[in-house]
């Protein structure tokens, strides 16, 4: 008799575990993290090297970490702000995870870092079902995108603690219909809050630096009624009772009533492959984690990248 084995399933058990560990020890150390997730092109990492210049103008210890598939061009921007970044070079592969994360962070996060900034890879699906360890998830959509973004990818905006648009100065442009997307918003995840951005119009500068600011600090998260292990979306206008037995937990979903925090100090295997299966029928394997990874500190007029 054939067993059947759910592969997806004990992939993101594992993750899970990685990213309560990570999560505990973050907290531990007084660092915050936030995940930041979007399609590609919408605007995150502009909006991220505002948000970091103004970390710094502030004078609050805020590092950041972009992943990509192939290229240095966001940590390149990113350090212009003058903050600790690392780029991870995923070789193809489509999400971060929380092994993966620590082992990057491991004797890279400077010691007295409070906020570190999480640049997902370009993608709604894949990056959605893994825990980071994260203390708030952003996910992020510009006006171009359509109205109907959170409908089409549920499980990304139904995690969100958090939802920001950008590029709001061309929305006439493009006819976005804010009150739409707000209602789809709120069909997905009903309550999170909806945050306007637009890089170029200087609208809703240090929204997502204070709100990550208060995260860190202990202030109440929204707890989105989906959870990741069931991806159940509870509709508004669905009288069916929706299941809430996880929000106290720790996953992406969760609110987060620890203090902010994390640096791995026990050593990594990362050389070995994984395997997995996604909802879009993609499998992915895994380079070796140490690969493509530069660090960035931006130096007054110039960037100058180093291998880690």
Same mark, same amino acid.
């Given at each position: 008799?054939?067993?059947?084995?759910?592969?997806?399933?004990? =992939?993101?058990?594992?993750?899970?575990?990685?990213?309560?560990?990570?999560?505990?020890?973050?907290?531990? #150390?007084?660092?915050?993290?936030?995940?930041?997730?979007?399609?590609?092109?919408?605007?995150?990492?502009?909006?991220?090297?505002?948000?970091?210049?103004?970390?710094?103008?502030?004078? =609050?210890?805020?590092?950041?970490?972009?992943?990509?598939?192939?290229?240095?061009?966001?940590?390149?921007?990113?350090?212009?702000?003058?903050?600790?970044?690392?780029?991870?070079?995923?070789? +193809?592969?489509?999400?971060?995870?929380?092994?993966?994360?620590?082992?990057?962070?491991?004797?890279?996060?400077?010691?007295?870092?409070?906020?570190?900034?999480?640049?997902?890879?370009?993608?709604?699906?894949?990056?959605?079902?893994?825990?980071?360890?994260?203390?708030? #998830? =952003?996910?992020?959509?510009?006006?171009?995108?359509?109205?109907?973004?959170?409908?089409?990818?549920?499980?990304?905006?139904?995690?969100?603690?958090?939802?920001?648009?950008?590029?709001?100065?061309?929305?006439?442009? =493009?006819?976005?219909?804010?009150?739409?997307?707000? &209602?789809?918003?709120?069909?997905?995840?009903? +309550?999170?809050?909806?945050?306007?951005?637009?890089?170029?119009?200087?609208? +809703?500068?240090?929204?997502?630096?204070?709100?990550?600011?208060?995260?860190?600090?202990?202030?109440?998260?929204?707890?989105?009624?989906?959870?990741?292990?069931?991806?159940?979306?509870?509709? &508004?206008?669905?009288?069916?009772?929706?299941?809430?037995?996880?929000?106290?937990?720790?996953?992406?979903?969760?609110?987060?009533?620890?203090?902010?925090?994390?640096?791995?100090?026990?050593?990594?295997?990362?050389?070995?492959?994984?395997?997995?299966?996604?909802?879009?029928?993609?499998?992915?394997?895994?380079?070796?984690? +140490?690969?493509?990874?530069?660090?960035?500190?931006?130096?007054?007029?110039?960037? &100058?990248?180093?291998?880690?």
């Amino acid at each position: 008799m054939c067993r059947v084995v759910d592969l997806q399933q004990a =992939v993101l058990a594992k993750n899970d575990a990685c990213a309560h560990t990570l999560r505990e020890d973050l907290a531990a #150390r007084g660092t915050a993290v936030v995940n930041l997730l979007s399609s590609p092109g919408s605007g995150k990492t502009a909006l991220l090297e505002g948000e970091l210049a103004l970390a710094r103008s502030r004078g =609050v210890p805020v590092a950041a970490l972009t992943a990509d598939l192939a290229t240095e061009n966001d940590a390149v921007r990113l350090a212009r702000s003058g903050v600790p970044v690392k780029q991870i070079l995923t070789d +193809g592969l489509c999400h971060l995870e929380a092994e993966m994360l620590g082992g990057h962070l491991h004797g890279w996060l400077p010691a007295d870092t409070r906020l570190l900034f999480i640049e997902n890879v370009g993608n709604l699906v894949c990056p959605a079902s893994y825990d980071l360890g994260e203390t708030l #998830r =952003v996910v992020l959509a510009s006006v171009t995108e359509g109205e109907d973004k959170p409908l089409k990818y549920p499980t990304a905006f139904g995690l969100a603690h958090l939802v920001v648009v950008t590029k709001t100065d061309i929305a006439d442009a =493009v006819s976005f219909d804010e009150a739409e997307f707000r &209602a789809n918003v709120q069909r997905v995840n009903p +309550g999170v809050e909806v945050v306007l951005t637009s890089v170029r119009a200087e609208e +809703g500068t240090g929204v997502l630096l204070d709100r990550a600011l208060a995260a860190r600090d202990g202030a109440p998260v929204h707890i989105p009624v989906m959870t990741r292990k069931s991806h159940h979306v509870h509709d &508004a206008e669905d009288p069916r009772p929706h299941d809430e037995s996880h929000s106290h937990g720790h996953g992406p979903g969760h609110a987060h009533e620890h203090g902010p925090a994390h640096r791995h100090d026990h050593p990594h295997d990362h050389s070995h492959d994984h395997s997995h299966g996604h909802e879009h029928g993609h499998d992915h394997a895994h380079a070796p984690h +140490g690969a493509g990874d530069h660090s960035h500190r931006a130096g007054p007029g110039s960037v &100058a990248p180093s291998r880690s």
